[in-house]
């Protein structure tokens, strides 16, 4: 008999219970995130009403749109990394989770630790590059 070590083409029931908490860690605290982001937007336009210098005024103005801007591109961002992390959890619930989409190997654990809404292991991106 020849003594074959098959390779592991998916986790455990129970690795991937491990990596469904952490995404489901992961996913409270970026809706949090996003709460307080969206919190920070609604004050900047409440804000900037009262005040009696037109000249400051127009300055703050462009500073307060500029601030909005960033805002809302962080919340934007945040709204997508929220979805890629709700596919991951999908990924789970399916049996894909864990599984490079280009090499179709398992993505090492250290890397899910990291960036748990990963599709692709370290060695597919650097061959993107």
């Known amino acids: 008999m020849e003594n074959l070590v098959k390779e592991k083409t998916r986790y455990s029931d129970e690795e ?3 990596f469904q908490e952490l995404l489901n860690t992961r996913v409270e605290q970026a809706r949090q ?3 307080d982001l969206k919190g920070s937007l609604s004050k900047k ?3 900037g009403t009262d005040n009696t210098s037109n ?7 462009g500073s307060d749109t500029l601030e909005r801007e960033n805002i809302n591109q962080l919340a934007a961002r ?3 990394y929220i979805q890629q992390l709700e ?3 999908i990924r789970i ?3 894909t989770y864990g599984i490079c989409v280009d090499t179709m190997k398992l993505i090492p654990k250290e890397r899910l630790r990291v960036v748990p809404h990963t599709q692709h292991s370290i ?3 650097n061959n993107k590059k």
């Open 16 to 18: 991937l219970k491990e």
């Open 33 to 35: 995130e996003l709460k």
């Open 45 to 47: 336009n409440d804000s």
């Open 55 to 61: 000249h400051s005024k127009v300055l703050e103005d």
């Open 78 to 80: 945040q709204q997508k």
């Open 87 to 89: 596919n991951a959890l």
């Open 93 to 95: 619930k399916n049996g």
């Open 123 to 125: 060695e597919a991106k």
